[in-house]
């Protein structure tokens, strides 16, 4: 296979497991060319992106703009918060008028689930959904496995415990659907508060204490407590939840077996996850990051070449 089945990417539920393996493939040859001294090429020198992010983001904003840069596009950067949008535009006209201005490709954050969909059913563009809401977070999930299968040299028959705030986390609803397409199978661990009642119908078990989920897993993606997305208290303290469920070296080195530790940022150290974890060789955490400009670079090299040049 050689082209998407998809014109964007909106979500993992839209792609192909063939869809995986491409971007896979395709990152390997991104990542050799970043680590070479001259870390740019000129795949993408015709195409004009823009990056609008209306939702805070420090890796994924940055991991982008590179991508794109290392593929000679040229990028504008959008910002809501300095924007027409404070005046009241619609999604719909202030990406129109940026289009208007013969950008020919969108990458979007945004706070509302479902985000990227009603836009790419609304503008003629390609869309990248770079987080919407508590919805997806697809190239959080692609670089996430491209680092597991980096490590342990496969996902098929890899067991992954995802610990902590499922019910808010895209990160959480795009790795499942990633790990249960190519083969791995998926533990979601936390307070039964932040956990959905409808997670087991997404094919993975639930396990309440981590103790256990740690003696399970081969890898441990921890994710940060969404205080910003909880309206009401769904557990007593900060302080409570990193006794229960906070990662910590000696819950580590009690194990007696060598896990992978993941996190997809920002780390709220000494909450999910203590320092002396985070910084230790088991943590791959800088590696994910790594890996995103390569996906990123790879996933929009491949839209890119859909795009019906004249
Ligand atoms: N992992 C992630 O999406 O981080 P940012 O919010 O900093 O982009």
Not at 8 to 19: P, V, Y
Request: glycine letters at 6%.
């Amino acid at each position: 296979m050689s082209e998407l089945s998809v014109n964007h990417l909106l979500g993992i539920k839209q792609i192909t497991k063939e869809d995986i393996q491409l971007i896979f493939d395709t990152t390997d040859h991104f990542k050799d060319v970043i680590n070479r001294p001259i870390k740019k090429v000129p795949s993408l020198r015709d195409i004009t992106i823009a990056n609008l992010f209306f939702e805070n983001s420090t890796r994924t904003r940055i991991s982008f703009e590179l991508a794109e840069k290392r593929l000679s596009a040229d990028t504008i950067n959008f910002s809501a918060s300095s924007s027409s949008v404070k005046k009241g535009e619609t999604l719909i006209d202030t990406v129109n008028n940026i289009l208007s201005m013969k950008v020919d490709m969108i990458v979007m954050r945004h706070p509302e689930p479902g985000a990227a969909i009603f836009l790419a059913k609304h503008v003629n563009s390609r869309i990248i959904n770079a987080g919407d809401g508590t919805h997806e977070h697809p190239t959080q999930a692609l670089l996430d496995s491209y680092s597991i299968r980096e490590k342990l040299g496969s996902i098929k028959g890899k067991k992954v415990l995802i610990v902590g705030d499922i019910i808010h986390s895209r990160v959480a609803l795009s790795n499942i659907y990633a790990l249960n397409m190519q083969g791995a199978e998926v533990c979601v661990c936390g307070p039964p508060t932040l956990i959905p009642k409808y997670i087991k119908e997404l094919g993975v078990r639930v396990e309440y204490d981590l103790k256990k989920g740690l003696a399970w897993c081969d890898v441990a993606m921890m994710l940060r407590i969404q205080l910003e997305r909880q309206n009401e208290k769904l557990f007593p303290s900060l302080r409570e939840y990193a006794m229960l469920y906070g990662l910590n070296k000696n819950l580590l080195d009690s194990l007696k077996k060598e896990i992978i530790v993941m996190h997809p940022g920002p780390i709220n150290r000494g909450v999910e996850i203590t320092s002396d974890v985070a910084d230790s060789k088991h943590a791959i955490i800088l590696d994910q990051v790594e890996n995103g400009v390569a996906i990123r670079m790879a996933i929009l090299y491949l839209l890119a070449s859909k795009i019906e040049r004249a």
